[in-house]
């Protein structure tokens, strides 16, 4: 049943009562949704490309995750771990600590975002090593708390206006391999941003000081950029020989995403602390830190914790989802649906000369849009026109990347063949626009 309010009216109200620094793809008003399929108020369907960013990969409203979510609501909804504890904070830390890499003793401790957990793995990192210092990436993106913007590489939307921000944090080169110099082969390419990254230390930040580096195994709103194997197990190894806490920010690359549950299992490393967010839930905010005991174990009682970190409804929720993903084998059809979307862009690159780079990890897709494939300028123009059609015909697209010139694919992992052919039937038609 549609809402007696009008699409209009709460257009209006948004208008006059949110401010515009939150950003809205779609101008649309949800109703309801299921699987990979948004209705609004006015009955139009729209197919999800976008999942919340990366927070669906079980879809809207999963009949096994609302039904975990409405009995424990029935029960209680949030007496506070930190004042009475509950078993599904204590069922999921066990959980996490068992389906995360690595085999030494863990822990897990939940928080409500992305930004949080980022945070506190850096906070525990200071306290486990006894250092200050904290090292991302160029492009990374962890969040938009002041230490997380630190971390993060885009200015705007970003960063812009919002400083200062905090200090001891430094950028170190991440492997771009679409851009790189092109009198380098792959394998030269590779090598040279090895060294560029231990002349960083050298120039920039002695290891001795860094607490923690924090890598995104794929980078997510720097593009869904994929980094070199052989590039990954240098900074694990690098982060071995000094002492280094290595923070995997599985934020939008866990859960399945990229065809395994975790994305640093591509790389044949294991970190020492992974973050977790966005699909954890399905929806709901939770977050968490999972990894080595003797890290998280390193505060003292009271110096770790949230008001409303590890909800009991989010954590009932998020157990239904890992559940559903080994159940419903997710993991196949990740890879399955990559393949799928991959296809459709080749036959897109066939066909229009600014279809750059198509670049994808399971269902972690992305394509670069470009002026032209010889000259490899990012062209954010012809993306937002691309966007634009989508967003108003029917399909929920995103954007990424600094220059804001790529496409990503963050559709549900459940979703159908019916939904997917449909969403790509949009996404034709916008390329051709």
Known sequence: MASSTTMEDLQAKR?????????????????????????????????????????????????????????????????????????????????????????????????????????????????????QAVVSFVRGFHGRTNLTLSMTSKVKPYKFGFGPFASEVYQAPYPYLYR?????????????????????????VAPETVACIVMEPVQGEGGFIIPPKKFVKFVRDFCDDHGIVFVADEIQTGFGRTGKLFAIEHFDVVPDLITVSKSLAAGLPLSGVVGKAEILNAADPGELGGTYAGNPVACAAALAVIDIIEEE?????????????????????????????????????????????????????????????????????????????????????????????????????????
């Open 15 to 131: 208008k006059k009562y949110v401010p515009k620094g939150v950003s809205n793809g779609n101008l649309s008003i949800a109703h309801h949704a299921k699987g990979a399929t948004i209705v609004d108020i006015d009955q139009n369907e729209w197919i999800d490309f976008a999942g919340a960013i990366g927070t669906l990969n079980v879809g809207h409203s999963h009949p096994k995750v609302t039904a975990a979510v409405k009995e424990q609501v029935d029960k209680f909804l949030h007496p506070g771990f930190n004042v009475i504890m509950y078993e599904g904070y204590i069922k999921l830390a066990e959980k996490l600590c068992k389906i995360t890499p690595g085999n030494f003793d863990k822990q897990a401790i939940l928080f409500n975002s992305g930004a949080e957990a980022v945070e506190n793995a850096v906070k525990v990192s200071r306290k486990f090593t006894g250092r």
């Open 180 to 204: 790189k110099p092109d009198h380098m082969t792959d394998e030269q390419y590779i090598d040279w941003t090895i060294e560029e990254f231990k002349r960083f230390f050298a120039a920039t």
């Open 329 to 433: 084998d997710l993991l196949t059809k990740s890879e399955i649906l990559g393949q799928k979307i991959e296809k459709k862009l080749l036959e897109l690159q066939a066909k229009h000369e600014f279809v750059g780079e198509i670049r994808r990890l399971g269902a972690m897709v992305a394509v670069e849009i470009v002026d032209n494939r010889q000259n490899k300028r990012p062209n954010k123009e012809k993306t937002n026109q691309i966007l634009k059609y989508a967003n108003e015909h029917g399909l929920l697209l995103l954007s990424a990347g600094i220059d804001g010139n790529i496409i990503r694919f963050l559709a549900p992992l459940v979703i159908t063949d019916e939904e997917l052919n449909k969403g790509l039937s949009i996404l034709e038609k916008a390329f051709a626009q």
